[in-house]
């Protein structure tokens, strides 16, 4: 009877989340505690992404202001041998000085990985060994504090000197290096504690190209092991992916079924597949957009069911004013107006009770969340959670585990 009305409280608590309506992801973590903040950070983000490489020299990372409207920004690159560019100028930092940075990031809703290999390097055709050279990159993110890792297994501008030429021996090499890869990284930097994404070029997604299967193969072995993909719509012929058509809809007979929603087509989830454009065209040999237009190529895939995201090559050549361009009204950028600091005297607000169908189930204003061993099922709601006397929606629990379970990662939901 007490597990049953347990249960049944619960329930009704989770059937309630989210019947008010959305706000930006970044207002609503500007809205939580520290301690509820603390929770969220240890979450994988969910669509829409906004990625931001940085592989430029600078001598630090960027404020929260310059690249506001971002909430992944990726240190590239960690090589075989160890740190290079902008992953080295983190790997020098003081430890203060990365906490301090990481800790500005959590609270913006923004999460710091490192970008792996690049153009510079060619893992299968070198001989890496997939499970020590995973343990070993593993290692350096856990050691740097980092929220996850990119596979940028690269293939820029179909160069014989990079891994394009592994996928072009069709041997399946390729894609079976990627897939133990992925697997061996995933034992060491756990799904939902670390991020893991890749950024392949967007023709290793066209059908019966690939000898070894291609990006459609590595999907169907380890894709449930992958957050999102950053898919390379440049550096692929002059006039590949630059037309909203060619990016979304019907790419061209070089790269057949390689446009956003032919790979959807293929069998990729759709809210996995992000669009990677170059911020200048001097960011990359061919396959930039204007910003304007992109922004309405993100609208027209927007309105046809996509919420996957933008990742951009880099900073600071694009920053908040870039992604706040290709938002537009799709994902338009947070109020950045200050909350009032309260003064004189405060009054106690008492804990609100839910409304309609949440009637008598009580709004929750601590921190965390206690959730019976029995619901270990993602579960999306109806109701704002309360967190720190402010209303938070919408919310979604992910994976949870143990006797009871805080809610640990929570995911704030944005559409």
Same mark, same amino acid.
């Given at each position: 009877m007490h597990l049953s009305l347990t249960l049944t409280t619960a329930m009704a608590a989770f059937a309630c989340i989210g019947q008010v309506a959305s706000v930006p992801l970044e207002e609503t973590l500007r809205s939580l505690t520290p301690k509820a903040r603390n929770v969220l950070k240890r979450a994988t983000p969910v669509a829409p992404y906004f990625v931001l490489y940085s592989d430029a020299y600078v001598s630090t990372e960027p404020t929260v202001s310059e690249i506001s409207g971002f909430n992944v920004f990726a240190l590239s690159f960690l090589l075989e041998y160890g740190a290079a560019d902008q992953a080295?100028?983190?790997?020098?930092?003081?430890?203060?000085?990365?906490?301090?940075?990481?800790?500005?990031?959590?609270?913006?809703?923004?999460?710091?990985?490192?970008?792996?290999?690049?153009?510079?390097?060619?893992?299968?055709?070198?001989?890496?060994?997939?499970? #020590?050279?995973?343990?070993?990159?593993?290692?350096?993110?856990?050691?740097?504090?980092?929220?996850g890792v990119d596979i940028d297994y690269e293939a820029c501008c179909m160069m014989s000197d990079n891994d394009f030429a592994a996928f072009d021996a069709g041997t399946g090499a390729a894609e079976?290096?990627?897939?133990?890869?992925?697997?061996?990284?995933?034992?060491?930097?756990?799904?939902?504690?670390?991020?893991?994404?890749?950024?392949?070029?967007?023709?290793?997604?066209?059908?019966?190209?690939?000898?070894?299967?291609?990006?459609?193969?590595v999907n169907s072995m380890v894709g449930d092991m992958i957050d999102w993909y950053n898919v390379q719509f440049y550096n692929q012929g002059t006039t590949e992916y630059t037309t909203c058509n060619g990016l979304l809809y019907s790419s061209s007979t070089l790269w057949p079924e390689s446009a956003l929603f032919q790979i959807a087509d293929s069998g990729v989830p759709l809210d996995k597949l992000v669009i990677g454009k170059p911020a200048t065209a001097a960011q990359?040999?061919?396959g930039y957009i204007?910003?304007?237009?992109?922004?309405?190529?993100?609208?027209?895939?927007?309105?046809?069911?996509?919420?996957?995201?933008?990742?951009?090559?880099?900073?600071?050549?694009?920053?908040?004013?870039?992604?706040?361009?290709?938002?537009? #009204?799709?994902?338009?950028?947070?109020?950045?107006?200050?909350?009032?600091?309260?003064?004189?005297?405060?009054?106690?607000?008492?804990?609100?009770?839910?409304?309609?169908?949440?009637?008598?189930?009580?709004?929750?204003?601590?921190?965390?969340?206690?959730?019976?061993?029995?619901?270990?099922?993602?579960?999306?709601?109806?109701?704002?959670?309360?967190?720190?006397?402010?209303?938070?929606?919408?919310?979604?629990?992910?994976r949870m585990s143990g006797s009871t379970t805080e809610l640990a990662p929570l995911q704030a939901v944005v559409h």
């Open positions: 080295q100028e983190w790997e020098e930092l003081t430890a203060a000085q990365r906490a301090s940075i990481l800790s500005e990031y959590d609270a913006a809703g923004i999460s710091l990985i490192v970008s792996l290999f690049g153009s510079t390097e060619t893992p299968t055709s070198s001989g890496y060994d997939p499970i #020590d050279t995973a343990n070993t990159m593993a290692a350096w993110v856990i050691e740097y504090g980092l929220q079976q290096w990627l897939g133990n890869f992925t697997t061996q990284l995933r034992t060491q930097l756990p799904q939902g504690q670390y991020i893991l994404t890749h950024a392949p070029v967007a023709p290793w997604f066209s059908p019966d190209m690939w000898g070894g299967g291609g990006y459609l193969w990359a040999t061919n204007d910003p304007s237009l992109l922004a309405s190529c993100v609208s027209s895939a927007y309105a046809s069911g996509w919420d996957g995201g933008v990742m951009v090559w880099e900073y600071p050549y694009a920053e908040s004013s870039w992604i706040a361009t290709v938002r537009g #009204d799709t994902w338009p950028m947070p109020s950045t107006t200050p909350t009032p600091t309260s003064t004189g005297t405060t009054t106690a607000t008492p804990t609100p009770t839910g409304t309609g169908n949440c009637a008598g189930v009580a709004a929750w204003a601590a921190d965390v969340v206690v959730i019976p061993e029995v619901l270990k099922q993602p579960m999306v709601g109806t109701c704002g959670l309360q967190a720190g006397g402010r209303r938070v929606t919408p919310l979604e629990v992910p």
